[in-house]
C-alpha cells in the first residue's frame, strides 16, 4: 500500500507562485498524478508523473523524484480560480485484483487572497 | 474532456429505501470506480471494477453493492439507506493503457433523512 503526504492548508498572493508538496511511500511505484478539486465538485486531473523531472502544462507544473519518494505541483500566475483543493495521488503496481489502483492524500487546500 | 455521468446529481430519500445511483461513461474505459467522500474529507474507494462481470469491494467498508454487466454501466446500490450513507459519491473510470488516469464524473450528494 501507499502512505501519502501533503500539507492539509496553504494561502497564497493572487500573481504569485506556490508550490504544494507531496510525500509518499509505495512498495511498488508506478505512477503519480496531480488533481484539482473545487469545493463541491469532482476532481478533475491535473498532471501525470512517472519518471523523474519536471512535467509543464501551461501555469501548472509537476515535478517527481522517485528515489526521494517526493512531487510537488507548481503554480505559476496565481488566479482566484485556482483557489481549491490539490490531490496528491500514487498508483502502485500491487498484485491480484488491486494492481494499478490510484490511493489518494488527504489533499491540499489552498487558498488565493488578492 | 471527459464523458462520465451520474445520476441523479442531488438525492434526499428516508431512511430504509432502496437507492441505485447510476454512473455510465462513453469512452470505452476498462475500468470504473466508485468513492465516498464527506464535504472537505479525503476521497475513498469503496467499490471497484476491471471489466464486465469483475466487481471488488474496496479500502473503505461501504453496505453499497455494484454490478458491471455493459462495459459503459456501473451502478451503485444501497438496499436500505441510512443517515450514515449521508455523503457524497464519486464515479469514475480509466484504460488499463498508460497512463491510466482516473476520470471523474459529477458526484451524486445523497442525504438520508
Known amino acids: 500500500g501507499q502512505n501519502i503526504d501533503q500539507p492539509t492548508e496553504m494561502t497564497a498572493t493572487e500573481g504569485a507562485i506556490v508550490q504544494i508538496n507531496c510525500t509518499y511511500q509505495t512498495s511498488g511505484f508506478n505512477g503519480l498524478f496531480w488533481y484539482q478539486q473545487h469545493a463541491g465538485e469532482a476532481p478533475t486531473f491535473l498532471s501525470y508523473?512517472?519518471?523523474?523531472g519536471l512535467e509543464e502544462k501551461g501555469r501548472f507544473s509537476s515535478f517527481l523524484s522517485r528515489s526521494k519518494g517526493y512531487s510537488y505541483l507548481l503554480l505559476k500566475e496565481l488566479q482566484m480560480k485556482d483557489s481549491a483543493s490539490y490531490l496528491c495521488a500514487v498508483r502502485d503496481t500491487g498484485s491480484g485484483a488491486g494492481s494499478y489502483q490510484l490511493t489518494f492524500g488527504k489533499g491540499t487546500k489552498l487558498s488565493v487572497i488578492p | 474532456e471527459a464523458d462520465i455521468y451520474q445520476t441523479p446529481r442531488y438525492l434526499v430519500i428516508g431512511t430504509g429505501k432502496k437507492i441505485t445511483l447510476e454512473c455510465s461513461q462513453t469512452?470505452?474505459?476498462?475500468?470504473m470506480y466508485w468513492y465516498q467522500q464527506d464535504p472537505g474529507m479525503e476521497l475513498h474507494l469503496i467499490h471497484y471494477?476491471?471489466?464486465?462481470?469483475?466487481?471488488e469491494k474496496g479500502d473503505l467498508s461501504s453496505e453499497s453493492t455494484v454490478s458491471r454487466i455493459r462495459t459503459e454501466h456501473f451502478p451503485l446500490t444501497l438496499e436500505s439507506a441510512r443517515p450514515s450513507h449521508t455523503s457524497q459519491y464519486l464515479c469514475a473510470s480509466s484504460l488499463s493503457s498508460f497512463p491510466g488516469g482516473q476520470y471523474f464524473g459529477p458526484g451524486t450528494r445523497l442525504t438520508v433523512t
Open positions: 508523473n512517472v519518471l523523474d
Open positions: 469512452m470505452g474505459h476498462d475500468k
Open positions: 471494477s476491471y471489466g464486465v462481470n469483475s466487481t
